[in-house]
Each structure stands twice: as structure tokens, then as C-alpha cells.
């Protein structure tokens, strides 16, 4: 509000008979910043003090289409909250096209559709 302020005062000055180029139009002086005293090695130590991050759904969902049993999609909703659709989305778009695997898609006889990675065969 202080520039708005300043900016009206000098505005009206200029109409008391000042002219247009004596308006000063400079930014006003700011403070700077002091650094900060925090040095290297302490940003070091204080990432060593962080716990790692625990598997992400994508570590969970990969883990359990590598059983040899193969999983549901029921199953894997269950492990990451997701919904069927985004599921089945992401079986298609990261697991198959980003990560390069190729998933099997089986019916079993209980009628349950179950998915897994097929283990590239290695060339011999």
C-alpha cells in the first residue's frame, strides 16, 4: 500500500505544478536477504537423518504381478486404493509401454481373470 501511496502523492504534486519529468518513477529501495548460515555439511547430515521412503505403489503393484500365481485386479486396487479403470490404465500405459514388460492375462478356472509378468526369455 505504501507504493500506491507514494505513487498518488507524487501524482499530485505533479498537478501542483510540477512537471512530468520530475516525478520519480525508481523502484523503491528494498532490503536484501542475509544469506543463510547454514552450511553444506549440515545439509548433508540432515539428509543422512531422513528414514528412506517406504516402496511406492508402483514397487507394490510390480511385486505382486511377478508372483507366479499372478494377482487380481481386485487384489491390486486393494494394495494401492485405485480405482478399477485407473488400474487397468496403469497395467496398459507404465507397466507394459514405459517398463517394457509383457503381461499375461489368464482366466482361471474359479472364473477370476489374473495378470502377471511373463519373464523375458533370454536369447542363448
Same mark, same amino acid.
Given at each position: 500500500m505504501a507504493? =500506491? %501511496? %507514494?505513487t498518488t502523492a507524487k501524482a499530485d504534486n505533479t498537478e !501542483?505544478? @510540477? &512537471? !512530468? /519529468?520530475s516525478v520519480d518513477n525508481s523502484t +523503491? %529501495?528494498?532490503k536484501l536477504r542475509e544469506k543463510s548460515g547454514v552450511t553444506? /555439511? $549440515?545439509?548433508?547430515?540432515?539428509?543422512k537423518d531422513v528414514a528412506p521412503a517406504? +516402496? &511406492?505403489?508402483?514397487?507394490i503393484v510390480?511385486?505382486? =504381478?511377478?508372483s507366479a500365481k *499372478? $494377482? &487380481?485386479?481386485? /487384489? =491390486?486396487?486393494? !494394495?494401492? *486404493?485405485?480405482? !478399477?479403470h485407473s488400474m487397468r490404465g496403469f497395467l496398459s500405459g507404465t507397466v507394459k509401454k514405459k517398463l517394457g514388460? @509383457?503381461?499375461l492375462s489368464e482366466t482361471g478356472k474359479d472364473g477370476q481373470r489374473r495378470y502377471r509378468i511373463v519373464e523375458a526369455k533370454t536369447a542363448g
Amino acid at each position: 500500500m505504501a507504493m =500506491l %501511496n %507514494n505513487t498518488t502523492a507524487k501524482a499530485d504534486n505533479t498537478e !501542483a505544478g @510540477e &512537471t !512530468a /519529468s520530475s516525478v520519480d518513477n525508481s523502484t +523503491p %529501495n528494498r532490503k536484501l536477504r542475509e544469506k543463510s548460515g547454514v552450511t553444506v /555439511s $549440515v545439509i548433508v547430515k540432515q539428509a543422512k537423518d531422513v528414514a528412506p521412503a517406504g +516402496p &511406492t505403489k508402483t514397487d507394490i503393484v510390480i511385486k505382486k =504381478l511377478k508372483s507366479a500365481k *499372478g $494377482v &487380481t485386479i481386485q /487384489s =491390486l486396487i486393494d !494394495a494401492t *486404493g485405485w480405482q !478399477a479403470h485407473s488400474m487397468r490404465g496403469f497395467l496398459s500405459g507404465t507397466v507394459k509401454k514405459k517398463l517394457g514388460h @509383457e503381461i499375461l492375462s489368464e482366466t482361471g478356472k474359479d472364473g477370476q481373470r489374473r495378470y502377471r509378468i511373463v519373464e523375458a526369455k533370454t536369447a542363448g
